[in-house]
Each structure stands twice: as C-alpha cells, then as structure tokens.
C-alpha cells in the first residue's frame, strides 16, 4: 500500500490543522493506520491510532487536542489537530500496517507515507 499524507503547514498557537492520509489499494479497511511525528533532533514518536473497527488510542501529550478518524469509503485516515501548540511542531507520517500489535508502536507498521510539515509559531 502507498500513502500520501498532506495537510501540513503554519498555524499559529491555538489554531487547527487537518491532517489527511491516502492509501492505495483496496484492502485499506483492513489496516490499522497510525500517525507519529518527528521534530528535528528527536527521535519519531506516537502520536495516535486507530484500528480496522475504528477504535482509537492517543498520546498523552495530545489526548483531547486531537482526533484521528477514518474513511474507508474514501480510503483516508485524517488527524484533527486542536489547540496546537508550539511543542506540536514537527514532521507528521502516517502509517499503515495488517500486523496484529501494538499500534503505538514503530515497529508495528509495515507502510509509511513521506511525511508532512507541521510548525506551530508562538
């Protein structure tokens, strides 16, 4: 499967991005798909989740700031991003993965997408 996210770029502290993610092929509701982000200097973290039965999970650091859905029709996964903060700054990828595991885990995906600029300005 190959993934495209998109829907990056500068947004001031307290304002709201939408991140979007498409995947090819036709198995995508069979995927679990997670986003993780990188901020230079620093290794790539979880960020959030959501299986095949749409359930999701978060990190700490975003829960109630952000939601990660799913459109299987449209084979799209999207992060809302609530509340931003300069700290969110950083390189979002999306992933995908058929492998039963931990879906905050790196080493549970087996597809990611290139990756999409987030910077939040203070």
């Known amino acids: 499967v190959q993934l495209q996210a998109s829907g990056g770029g500068l947004v001031q502290a307290g304002g709201s991005l939408r991140l979007s993610c498409a995947a090819s092929g036709r198995t995508f509701s069979s995927y679990g798909m997670g986003w993780f982000r990188q901020a230079p200097g620093k290794e790539r973290e979880f960020v959030a989740a959501?299986?095949?039965?749409?359930?999701?999970t978060y990190a700490d650091s975003v829960k109630g700031r952000f939601t990660i859905s799913r459109d299987n029709a449209k084979n799209t996964v999207y992060l809302q991003m609530n509340t931003l903060k300069p700290e969110d700054t950083a390189v979002y990828y999306c992933a995908a993965t058929q492998a039963r595991g931990w879906l905050n885990l790196l080493s549970t995906y087996n597809y990611w997408g290139q990756g999409t600029q987030v910077t939040v300005s203070s």
């Open positions: 959501i299986t095949s039965s749409a359930v999701s």
